[in-house]
């Protein structure tokens, strides 16, 4: 890991996209934590934002989305750190392209390249291989998404502040809770304890790794507080990878389901489900289904800056989302 120089301690200006959505709930929660920043918070929606900002005179509004960028040219020009987590995920694909590439890259050809200490562009882990390296398939078979978040990647390399550019890539996102947006991941953890019981029951060659918006928060706000001495530079962060094997393992121990047996899903029954079912598959999702390894190298997580991981395991993800485990006797 970089030796990394903490930077000195005045009134530092940040600019933030995506405050309002699971992540950045948690990174704007842990910046507001310390009484050195002053936040410009660009937000279409900002009743999205569930976070008691009223009386902070530190925070300022800017109910605008990224469409809109070039009227905040001037502003954009005063910036010291830029955190860019907004992203349109969906819908018409030259709206997103426009969003996600143009956009962003936009923005940041505003920042000064003077002033500007650094910039945190989240990206996606899904545009990389097992490497850590840019994917061509994730181009060539990616969702409109996954597609603009890989051309965004690519024309980082022209920017005048390239050398200030940190790109994050989160894995699976877990995260959310009453006063913070669940992730779409989140949002859906409860169906798979409802499964467990029959998952259970099968063994699947694939891999992962996944992260709570917490503690991405605060790999975030430390790589903030300690800026690279060495020119543009990437993390992938997530926890040590799991196998689909051992996360249905651990799963199962945390609820108390015993696993009597284990039926292997090969890849030759998957094409077979999908063509006796006639299962409409996207070329993105066909070309996961025959590369399910999604661990890259080098993953980073609190732990790797020595700091405290919020949740190590998938009991700790269970456990912060509500959902009971079997109680062990003492």
Not at 252 to 265: M, N, Q, S, V
């Amino acid at each position: 890991m970089e030796t990394l120089t903490p930077i000195p301690t005045p009134y530092l200006r940040v600019f933030m996209t995506g405050a309002s959505g699971c992540i950045g709930h948690y990174i704007l929660e842990q910046l507001l934590q310390r009484d050195r920043y002053e936040v410009f918070l660009l937000l279409r929606h900002p009743d999205k934002l569930h976070l008691a900002l009223k009386d902070d005179s530190r925070v300022h509004i800017l109910q605008a989305g990224l469409a809109d960028i070039e009227q905040y040219a001037d502003l954009l020009s005063t910036i010291d750190i830029a955190i860019l987590t907004a992203a349109a995920w969906g819908g018409d694909p030259d709206y997103v392209m426009d969003i996600n590439t143009n956009a962003n890259v936009s923005l940041m050809k505003m920042l000064d390249p003077q002033r500007c200490q650094q910039v945190i562009y989240f990206s996606t882990a899904s545009i990389l291989g097992p490497q850590s390296q840019p994917l061509p398939e994730a181009y060539e078979f990616g969702t409109d998404y996954i597609r603009s978040k890989y051309e965004c990647h690519r024309r980082l390399s022209g920017l005048a502040l390239y050398h200030k550019i940190t790109t994050v890539f989160p894995t699976l996102v877990f995260g959310g809770d009453s006063q913070k947006p669940y992730s779409f991941i989140s949002a859906g953890i409860r169906d798979v304890t409802r499964w467990i019981g029959l998952i259970r029951f099968f063994r699947a060659e694939a891999g992962f790794h996944f992260a709570h918006a917490q503690d991405i928060a605060t790999v975030v706000n430390y790589l903030i507080d300690h800026p690279s001495p060495a020119g543009y530079r990437e993390y992938v962060i997530g926890n040590p990878a799991l196998s689909a094997n051992q996360a249905v393992e651990q799963t199962c121990a945390y609820l108390g389901k015993p696993i009597w047996f284990r039926i292997p899903l090969s890849l030759w029954l998957a094409d077979l489900i999908v063509r006796v079912f006639r299962i409409q598959m996207a070329p993105w999702d066909y070309f996961c289904l025959r590369n399910p390894q999604f661990v890259y190298t080098g993953a980073v997580n609190p732990a790797s800056f020595g700091l405290n991981t919020y949740c190590k395991t998938l009991a700790d993800l269970l456990q912060v989302h509500g959902i009971e485990g079997i109680k062990k006797p003492r």
